[in-house]
Nanobody, 121 residues
C-alpha cells in the first residue's frame, strides 16, 4: 500500500503559478499511475490529469494547456505544475495512486489528504 501527502498549496493571484507536490511512501510506487484531482465546495471530484507508470500523460481539456504532471520514481514524488491560474481553479487538490491511468476517481486505490489552492482575482 501507499501513503500519499500533498503539499504546496496556498494563495495566489490570478495569472500566477503554483507547483504542488505529492510524496509517496510504501511499496512499488513506480508501478502506479498517479492522478491529480480537485474538488470545489459543493461539487464532485474533478479529474485533472494522470501520469502512467511509464511516464505518459493524459489531461482534462479544462487544464490541458496550463497544468503539467511529472514524477520522480527515485524520490517517490509526483508533481503538478499549475500556470496561468484562474479564480475557478480554487479547490482542494488531491493526488491519487491506481493501477490504471484512467479518469475515474473511483478506480484509484490510494489518496492524499488534499491541499488547498485559492486563486484571487
Amino acid at each position: 500500500q501507499l501513503q500519499l501527502v500533498e503539499s504546496g498549496g496556498g494563495l495566489v493571484q490570478a495569472g500566477g503559478s503554483l507547483r504542488l507536490s505529492c510524496a509517496a511512501s510504501g511499496r512499488s510506487f513506480s508501478t502506479y499511475a498517479m492522478g491529480w484531482f480537485r474538488q470545489a465546495p459543493g461539487k464532485g471530484r474533478e479529474f485533472l490529469g494522470v501520469i502512467s507508470a511509464n511516464g505518459g500523460n493524459t489531461y482534462a481539456d479544462s487544464v490541458k494547456r496550463r497544468f503539467t504532471i511529472s514524477r520522480d520514481n527515485v524520490k517517490n514524488m509526483v508533481y503538478l505544475q499549475m500556470n496561468s491560474l484562474k479564480p475557478e481553479d480554487t479547490a482542494v487538490y488531491y493526488c491519487a495512486a491506481g493501477f490504471l491511468a484512467i479518469r475515474s476517481a473511483g478506480r484509484y486505490d490510494y489518496w492524499g489528504q488534499g491541499t488547498q489552492v485559492t486563486v484571487s482575482s
